[in-house]
Each structure stands twice: as C-alpha cells, then as structure tokens.
C-alpha cells in the first residue's frame, strides 16, 4: 500500500506497509531497551522508503516522539520510573545537548562513528556473554 | 478527495483510536479489579501480624548492636547470648521502610508475579559450620552447610526455594513475609498481552505460606546472586553463649530502619532489633531503583556519555543503559523506564525547530509515529515479561546492529552519497528558512 504525500512542492510515494512494520519493530525494540532508535528509523526510512534525507530528519523524530511519549508514560505507570534517577539523567543529557554540538565541530564525524562502532562491538560482546571479553 | 480522507482515517484516526481504546481498557481493567481486591484487603492484612516468640526465659536469644545508626559501607558489630550448648546459626538483616516493587513471569505456568513491598535490602548471614539437615522421607541427612553453598553458588540457575531447604535458611527467612501484605497475581496469554495487558488478574497471595514462597523468588528476581543474599560468615559462638559476628553494610545499602534477628532453630531466635542506616549527601537514595549512590557518578556517566552520543549522531540510551546495569545493577525495568524520558525534551525541542521552518511532514511523520506508538505500548510490557538475561541478549543484538550501521556511514559510497544528500539538506534549510520569513514579513 502507498501513501502520496507532498513535502516543498515535490510529490513522494512511500510504502507505508514497510514503514508501519518496520516502525511498529523498532519502536517494540527501542521501548523494550529504553533508548531513541533514532538511528534505525533514519535508514528505514531512507535505504528501505527510499526517500531522501531532507525528507526524513524532520518527519522521523516525530515518528520516534510518538514511540518515546507512550512507552515513557507505560513505564510511568508501570511504575518503573525513578523520578530522581530521571532528573539526574536528564540534567546530564541537556547539558550534552549543548555540549556536543561545541565539540563536534572540531572532531572528524568519521573517526567518531568508528570509534563508536568499536565500542558498541565491544558492549555488545559484553553483553552477550562472550567468552575471553575482559 | 474523498479517497486522501479515506486514507487519513485508514492510516491515522482509525489507529489512534485503537491504541487509546485499548490503553482505556486496559486500564479500568485492572483498576476494577484492584478496587475489588483492596475491599477484601484490610480483614486478611489483619493475619500478617508479627508472631511474638513463644520462647520462655531459658530459650531467648539476646542481640545486641554496637550503634543505632549506620552508613552505607559501615561494619554492624552484631552480639548477644545463646542458652548454653546453642549456637547462631542464621543472622538475617532485612530494611523495613525501605521498600521498592519487584515483577517477575512464571515461565511454567505463565503467571506474572508483582509485589510493592520487597525490601531493597535483604541478607541471610549462615554460619559456615552449620551441618544442615534435610529430611529424606523420614531418614535425616546431614550436609555441611559450605557444601551446599559451593554448589548451587555455581549454579547460574539457582533456585532460592530449593537453596534455604537444603541449607535450612528459610527458618531464617522470617521478615518478608511479614512485610508483604500481598502479592498480585495476573494470568499471561499471549492474546492478553498483544493488546497490551500484563493478563487476567487472579486473586493476590495473601496466605503466609504462599507469600513466603513467592517472596523469596521475588528477592531473587531482584538481588539475582546467590552471594548478595546468602553468605557464609564466621558467627563465634562462645563456650557460655555469647557470640558475635560483624557485618559490612554494602555501600548502596538503602536507607531508614532495618531488622536484624538472630536464629538459632525453628524455636529459638531473637527478637527482631532495630537499627537506622543514614544515607547523606551527596549520596542520595533512588527509591524506585532501590539503591543509594552518590549522584555524581550516574550525572557525569550521563553527561560523558549523552556528549558520545550526540556526537556519534545517536542517543545516549544505547551506552547509558547497559553502563547503568553493569555498574550500579540498576534493575533492566528501571533503567529502561527512567532514561527513555530524558530523550523527550530534546526531541520535542527538535520537533518544534523542525516545524518553525516547515521541515516536517506531518502525514509522514504521524501515520509511522502511530505504528511507533503501537510499539511503545508493547515494548515496556515485554521488558516486564524478560529476564535481565534477555534483555541483555535484545540489548546486545541492537548493539551489533548499531555498530554495523555506524561502520557502514563510514564506508567511502556512504560519505560520497550523504555529501550530496546534506547539501541538498542544507539548501531546502535554507530555503525554508527564507519562506517563513518571507511569510512573516507579508503578515506584518
């Protein structure tokens, strides 16, 4: 199924039947972890609708605000969520939000995304339980 | 243009609809039944009172502290008297008033197990030359106590229930099912839990047996190791029947009273005595995740690792979380369910950025958002039904997938490619820009 949209004057087509199970997955992943998924919906969005980025930036974070409204207020009242520990972790990510951005510009954005590869390997090896990982 | 609306209402209104009526639902479903089970409440909380110890003078346990209130990390000095020819076998030290919610899925008969009064703190100190005694049919075998403990402290799969039986502990496992007033009990089936229900609530554990059955298992689920509830400690037993014992307070020990009791057997053990651990700052308490901490490490992991993340062009979440288990053994829920907030502002900051310059799509970004929502209102359920085992295993393939994809913005075609695709960005930014200026101007 298609949905026709309009963005600036040029008319897209998308496969929303893509777009509605690959959102509805990651969005149960993404909530299961407790993290954004801003970076899976990007490249679903893109590499698989195949619609161009200055389409997608703008329309994915309202996807992915959706998905963070709701399961933040399920966990809510599932009562899960520690209020203190919320703060102490928001105070931290909003003075990144501020930070990051100063510092980024003197940084190479490709050794970044290698250094992070490498580390989220490295996580990920941890938490799999892989044998011979310090 | 019948059909666009025909399409706004398959895609956007008719979804909406179905997440908000099955959220209601779902909701006064479970208030319905909680209202009917809170009027039974008060006759049978009546049961659950402390039992006094039946014990005459010659068969009392005396305990004695070497303080009132403690720190987290601190040693208690833990003395008293046995009648002669007795020995302390168990010391179990419980925290009272702090109390946090614990869930666990019974994966054999799919029920889904949440009491809000297991203690943050709970420990069952065993004299490590107990000889325990298990009754086989009749015949009573004696075990040294170190033997047992070795092996099921092996065992990744251990079983808290099976554990205090052959080691005797659950003489000592006096406190928590005095504590626990009750023990909601819910019904899991995979019909129920698609729209998003934890299942059919069955009526709540309120007999003592059944309490300090689940109880127990529900510590587990907690604290998880074998060691951070049980261990082997050296209570001296003089020849007259003083002994003593000291304990070392974990460092995120929880605050406000706590009980501690020293047995003997089934028959003889003290009374429960007092003490108060005070948490100070900069350590504060998290209430919810049940331990105290001080706030600057979780702050600057935050901070460090949301700057990471801004600059890798994805959230903090996927570091932030695991981190968060693997130092503070937060509980998998509670970190989900406290860092997923954070994002929010940041996002709506963005959204509304986006939108002043009409750089959103709304048909777009709503009708998948709808779908998101939908995955958002399964996904913290799913966390409920998990282990932390599992949820590490989810966590880690995510992470593999991550790291794959930022390895790939890194290949030479994606860089050529994305040059192109930002300087269009940036052209339609600016453009964008200038339009809503120009609109302005026109309005003024």
New interface residues.
Partial sequence: MKMKFEFWGETFEANMIIGALGGFIIAVAASLGGFGGGPFVVPLMTVIMGLPIYVVVGSSLLAIFFNTLMASSRYYFFGQTDVLLFIIMAIGAVSAGFIGPRIAKRLSPIWVKRIAAIGCTYLALKLLNVPFIP | MISKMM?WFF?VVLPLFL?IGAYSWV?TQETKKEASQGATQPTEATVVKPSVSEGSEATKVELKLDKEIYKGGETIKISGKVPPGMKVNFIEITSIDSKV?VSRLDRKDFKFYLS?EIPAFYHIVINEDYVAKIDKNGTIEEKPVKEIYNKWKANKKWKIGEFMKETNADIAFITPPKLISEIKVWKTSISKAII?SRGEPLPSLTDKKEIKKEAARLIQTRMKDLPKIFSLGKIKTNEDGTFEYSFKLPDNAPPRSYTVIAVVNKEVKSEPIKLTVDVSFPK?Y????GTSTN?LG??????A??????????????????LLI?IYH?PH????????????????T??YN??KI???????????????????????????F?TL?E?????????????????W??TPGY?ER?KK??A??EE??K??AAAKKAKEEQKS
């Fill in positions: 399409k895609w997440v909701f919610q809000k998003g504060i998290f209430p919810v995740a706030f979780p702050l600057i992991l935050s901070l690792i949301c700057t990471f993340g801004v600059l890798m062009g994805a959230g903090g979440g996927f570091i932030l979380n695991p693997m937060l829920g509670v970190v989900a369910g406290s860092v997923m907030p954070t994002v929010l502002f940041s996002q709506a963005g959204i986006y939108s009409g750089f959103i799509n709304w048909k777009l970004g709503i009708t998948v958002g709808i779908f998101m929502a939908l995955g958002g209102f399964f996904g913290p359920l799913l966390n409920q998990v085992d949820y590490k295993f989810v966590f880690g393939i995510v992470l593999l997938g991550l790291a794959a994809l930022m390895f913005q890194t860089i994305s695709e930002k269009i960005l339609f930014k453009r964008a």
